[in-house]
Every structure is written in structure tokens, then in C-alpha cells.
């Protein structure tokens, strides 16, 4: 949810880039955003070079194996095409809590909190507050609900050996991989940090909340017509 239009970024970004010789009433300053770190874990009885790895090495372009990827707004763990429900071990900093049956289960951050997540059920969470955005997809649970975890948890998703199907990590929606069973993946809040370029006039009409209600029409309702009521109470 930027705070700036397209439209207006070449003024916008003049008046960044004039920043030292900028008129009072323009005021802007460097935020931090928290990013996603993702790290894979292979399958421990396999020896060979697993998909997982092949893939990371072919994005990389080159033989570099790659273990460690970021994200800004999801890392999202799917069954892709299989009929059968995702069979996920799931644990908090190194102790298990339960098994994922569900479509799949979306890791947030509170940027990435107004996509995908919003649309499987999850909470809006503002970007100035840390934590991980934890949104189960269509769970065989009812109560299998969203969760927010402290920015300091570690967060582990492995494939379980009875399985009936693999498991796809999407990553930012650009980068995608398939997990066998065995494999999985560690995500926690990167100590990489996002910079972006935000209003700091506290007056400013475009804040986050603006945003939510004009983009996302939040909390937004139509007015019905009284004439339309009354020809309702005729029928």
C-alpha cells in the first residue's frame, strides 16, 4: 500500500532527488520495511542433488547453489494441481506443533498483509508493526485460523514422509519451487531490511489508512435508496 501515485512519481521523485533544496510544506524521510528470509532444508536421506537445489541453481544462472532467498510480501507453500490436501510439519523455533492439512498456508509480512493473505482470511496488519502473518488456505480444520507470530520466531514447514502429494513454495508470486517429501523450508523475518521513501508530513492524506479505505474499499458500504426500499415494501 504505497503512499504515492503513479501518476505523480516524476514529481514526486524530483522532489527526492532535490531533497536539500525542497520548500518546508515537502516533506519526506527513509522507512524500513521487515522482508522474509527463506532457507531450504533438504531431505537428509538423499544424497543427490535434489529439484529443490537444481532450481535454485538455475535462477541463480550460474553452478552457485543458492539456499537463501528474501521476500518483501509472501512466501506462499501450495498442493499446485494435486487433489489431495498438503501434508505439512509444521514447528516453531525447533519444536513441532501440528501437521498442515489444507490447500496450503501463506507467510506474510504486514506489507504483504493486503494480497494474498487478505484474500485466504488474514488479517490487515500495518507495516510499522513487526511479526509474521501466518494464514492457513482453505484448512480441513474450521478452527485451523490465522495467526501473527513475533518477529524473533522461525517458522519451519516440512513436507511429511506420508505425504500424498508435494508441496510448491512460491515466493513473492515470481520465484516457484516443489518440495518431495522431506524437504522443507525455514522462514523467519530477514535482517535485511526494505528502504522506501515515505510522506513524513504528518498531515499527509495519503497514509497508510487512506490507503486501506480507498483502495481496498474498507469498511465501505452502499447507501440504499429510499425508493428502492419502498418499492421493496410493495412487493
Known amino acids: 500500500m504505497g503512499q504515492f501515485e503513479v501518476r505523480n512519481f516524476q514529481d514526486v521523485l524530483s522532489s527526492v532527488i532535490h531533497l536539500p533544496s525542497m520548500s518546508p510544506e515537502h516533506s519526506y524521510s527513509i522507512d524500513t520495511r521487515a522482508r522474509l528470509e527463506c532457507t531450504l532444508i ?41 487433489q489431495a490436501l498438503t501434508n505439512i510439519e509444521f514447528s516453531i523455533n525447533g519444536k513441532y ?51 501473527v507470530f513475533p518477529e524473533d520466531a522461525q517458522l519451519t514447514f516440512k513436507v511429511s514422509l506420508e505425504a500424498r502429494c508435494s508441496v510448491f513454495v512460491s515466493v513473492d508470486g515470481h520465484t516457484r519451487f516443489e518440495m518431495q517429501r522431506g524437504e522443507g523450508v525455514d522462514i523467519n523475518v530477514s535482517k535485511y531490511l526494505a528502504s522506501y521513501v515515505v510522506n513524513s508530513d504528518p498531515h499527509a492524506v495519503s497514509s497508510w489508512y487512506n490507503s486501506v479505505k480507498t483502495l481496498l474499499n474498507w469498511n465501505g458500504k452502499t447507501m440504499k435508496r429510499s425508493d428502492s426500499m419502498n418499492d421493496v415494501n410493495q412487493l
Do not use: W
Not at 496450503?104 to 502473518?133: D, F, K, N, Q
Open 42 to 82: 533438504n531431505n537428509p536421506n538423499d544424497a543427490s542433488p535434489t529439484k529443490l537445489k537444481k532450481n535454485f541453481a538455475s535462477r541463480s544462472g550460474s553452478n552457485v547453489l543458492i539456499e537463501r532467498i528474501q521476500a518483501m510480501n509472501d512466501i506462499v507453500l501450495d498442493r499446485g494441481s494435486a
Open 97 to 147: 506443533v501440528t501437521n498442515i492439512l489444507a490447500d496450503g498456508i501463506i507467510v506474510a509480512t504486514p506489507c504483504g498483509s493486503t494480497a494474498y493473505s487478505m484474500a485466504a482470511g488474514g488479517s490487515l496488519i500495518h507495516p510499522a508493526v513487526s511479526g509474521l502473518l501466518f494464514t492457513p488456505i482453505c484448512p480441513f480444520s474450521l478452527s485451523f485460523r490465522p495467526l
